[in-house]
């Protein structure tokens, strides 16, 4: 499975789109073997496969492929406080 290549691109404050950023903290993985945990919280080992070998086509391939770049670059702690509580909606 080889989807399309991501790219990232400059980041300014103008193009954040935080909508964007907050539902790829709050997504969960829908299928295989981490289904239900959330896209952040992925083990690196898994996003990189999946970086190695295509990301699914779709939103969910354009939000691991942020994700893996969040985490390559160390990032994570800048997102976290963006993850919601369980019974926020």
Do not use: C
């Not at 789109?17 to 896209?39: H, S, T, Y």
């Not at 969910?60 to 406080?81: D, N, Q, S």
Request: aromatic share 10%; hydrophobic share 40%.
């Amino acid at each position: 499975m080889s989807g399309p290549e991501f790219k990232l691109t400059s980041i300014t404050p103008e193009s954040i789109n935080a909508e964007e950023l907050q539902a790829i903290v709050d997504q969960e993985m829908p299928f295989g073997r981490f289904k239900g945990r959330k896209l952040i919280d992925l083990p690196e080992p898994y996003v990189v496969w999946f970086k190695q070998h295509g990301f699914p086509e779709g939103k969910l391939g354009e939000r691991l492929a942020a994700v893996y770049e969040i985490k390559v670059y160390g990032l994570e702690a800048m997102v976290r406080p963006l993850m919601r509580s369980p019974e926020e909606p």
